[in-house]
């Protein structure tokens, strides 16, 4: 019984994960919002932020990822329920879509109030200005972002 107590439960934690793969790979949004929050945990690993602003980042983060999901959640089912156009689905995707913009704003808010260290902020920039190596790195990040964002991945599908 215990056994397949835990099948079941390794059982719900890879569907769970099929549905991040899936967003991952159809979802350039979803990609977006990650490459988006990997930067501003570098950015907080470059400042030195604190273990709670690493807390609050990560929830803010957490939050975005889980609402674009809940989002290609919705647009799913809508879309299976309603195939045709329906101001109905259309209400329902809209909101679920601004749902998502209004989790990002407020993550931005938790970004500023967490990050926002001048000091700090003027010595990576000098740091920048002065060495080639972290201008490379940059451009590096900038380059494999934007391949993960629009280049990565397929087109939106149903999974089986």
């Known amino acids: 019984k215990m056994k ?3 099948a079941a439960l390794a059982r719900s934690f890879r569907w769970a994960g ?9 979802e350039r ?16 690993g470059a400042l030195r932020v604190e273990a709670a602003g690493f807390g609050l980042l990560s929830l803010a983060a ?3 990822l889980a609402a674009e999901m809940l989002n290609t959640a919705v647009e799913a089912a809508v879309d299976l ?3 045709g156009r329906h101001p109905l689905a259309k209400l329902a995707k809209d909101v679920s879509a601004g749902a998502v913009l209004v989790m990002a704003l ?14 700090g902020l003027l010595a990576l920039w000098r740091a920048l200005l002065a060495h080639w190596q972290p201008k490379v790195l940059l451009v590096i990040y900038l380059a494999l972002a934007a391949w ?10 149903t999974p089986a």
């Open 4 to 6: 397949s107590k835990l």
């Open 18 to 26: 099929c549905g991040v793969r899936h967003c991952v790979l159809h």
């Open 29 to 44: 949004n979803f990609r977006i919002h990650l490459a988006a929050a990997l930067f501003v945990f570098w950015l907080a």
């Open 62 to 64: 957490g939050g975005v």
């Open 81 to 83: 329920a309603s195939p």
């Open 106 to 119: 407020a993550s931005v808010g938790v970004g500023f109030a967490v990050l926002w260290r001048p000091e």
């Open 148 to 157: 993960f964002v629009f280049g990565f991945g397929g087109e939106k599908q």
